[in-house]
Structure formats: structure tokens, C-alpha cells
T-cell receptor, first 114, second 116 residues
């Protein structure tokens, strides 16, 4: 079993839809959870950063972490064509040493149609 | 957010030559920088962890003599692909972690290397 599982998609939705992106993980030591957005041939851009369980909201984006289920989600409200990108989840066990290294999901390719 | 600049964004080189890629943290100090490789439709694969003033830590299967990493200052890390071969063609991305900050990392724009 891989440490982080993410459905690669592709996921296609109409403009204005609510998008739900998810990752599951197996390592209970993970405490830091991130979502990155990557446009084609560009480096990943940090969208959301969450520590431990709970919700975090930033504009149209909401990140949820359920450590008991080892499941994290990213919701995008009122999706726009400009949201079309690959979304990568990432997580780590802590700041220092190898525990601080990020483990990435494969990424979900999202396409928002006008 | 913090800005990481990576240069060049694209490079084409001949087989057998060496290529240097630079990664700079523009507005923060980064004790730790990371180098990733990404093949098409694949996720980021960590190649090595670069620590300022010390030797890099390479992931299993990554040849340290082929992928030379230097992190001589708190704002600059370089990756040199030596004796490049066509199979080294890939998208190379660096990231940097703010010294004393949280665990999130900020990424450069990536370098697309094509070896012909």
C-alpha cells in the first residue's frame, strides 16, 4: 500500500460546480497536510496548509483533515475555468529530518468547463 | 507567500554534457532545500535533500555522483546533472523550507531538461 493515495482523475466539471478532491494515507504519524496546485509545466503552488485535524477555509477553498479516517479533502466552491490544473496533496510527519519530508499524492487533474 | 526562483526554466543539452540548475529563495532564508524530478503524468519524486553547509542526503536509487548538489548559502542551492543522457530528460523542481518556519515548502517554477 502506498503511503498516500490520490485518484489521478481526470475530473471534469462545469463552471460553478463544487469540486471535491481527496487523498487517503496510511501513516498515522502524518500531522501536516498541504494542497498544492500545479499548472501544466509549472512548479506546484501552495494552496492550503493544515496542521492536525479540522477544517480550514480560504476564499473558495476549504481543506478538511480527518485523522481518525486518515482522509483529507479539498473543496472548491464556484469553480472557475482558471481552476483547471493538477491538484496534489502532500503531507509530512514533522519539521525536522526525514519526518519533515513531504510525501506527495499522484495528483488529480481537474478541468472546469465554461 | 515566499518566493523561490529556479533557473533556467528550460534547457536543451547534448548527451554527455553537464547542466547546472539554480534554485534561489528570494525573500527568505532556507536552511533546507529539496530537489524533485517529475515525469509526465507522474507525481513529484524526491531526489535529494540539500542542507546549507553540509552534504546533501540522496534518496535511494539516486546517483549522487551524477546529480551533484551544492547548498553553499542560505538562499542558493544548485543541482548539476553530469554526463547527461536522454533518460535524464525530465522536469526538475526545487523547493525550499523557511528557516525556523513551518513544514510547508515553496516551489520553484521548474526546469524542463531535454537531453538530445
Amino acid at each position: 500500500q502506498k503511503e498516500v493515495e490520490q485518484d489521478p482523475g481526470p475530473l471534469s466539471v462545469p463552471e460553478g460546480a463544487i469540486v471535491s478532491l481527496n487523498c487517503t494515507y496510511s501513516n498515522s504519524a502524518f500531522q501536516y497536510f498541504m494542497w498544492y496546485r500545479q499548472y501544466s509545466r509549472k512548479g506546484p503552488e501552495l494552496l492550503m496548509y493544515t496542521y492536525s485535524s479540522g477544517n480550514k477555509e480560504d476564499g473558495r477553498f476549504t481543506a478538511q483533515v480527518d485523522k481518525s479516517s486518515k482522509y483529507i479533502s479539498l473543496f472548491i466552491r464556484d469553480s472557475q475555468p482558471s481552476d483547471s490544473a493538477t491538484y496534489l496533496c502532500a503531507m509530512s510527519g514533522g519539521y525536522g529530518g526525514s519526518q519533515g519530508n513531504l510525501i506527495f499524492g499522484k495528483g488529480t487533474k481537474l478541468s472546469v468547463k465554461p | 507567500g515566499a518566493v523561490v526562483s529556479q533557473h533556467p526554466s528550460r534547457v536543451i543539452c547534448k548527451s554527455g554534457t553537464s547542466v547546472k540548475i539554480e534554485c534561489r529563495s528570494l525573500d527568505f532564508q532556507a536552511t533546507t532545500m529539496f530537489w524533485y524530478r517529475q515525469f509526465p503524468k507522474q507525481s513529484l519524486m524526491l531526489m535529494a535533500t540539500s542542507n546549507e553547509g553540509s552534504k546533501a542526503t540522496y534518496e535511494q536509487g539516486v546517483e549522487k555522483d551524477k546529480f551533484l548538489i551544492n547548498h553553499a548559502s542560505l538562499t542558493l542551492s544548485t543541482l548539476t546533472v553530469t554526463s547527461a543522457h536522454p533518460e535524464d530528460s525530465s522536469f526538475y523542481i526545487c523547493s525550499a523550507r523557511v528557516t525556523g518556519g513551518n513544514t510547508e515548502a515553496f516551489f520553484g517554477q521548474g526546469t524542463r531538461l531535454t537531453v538530445v
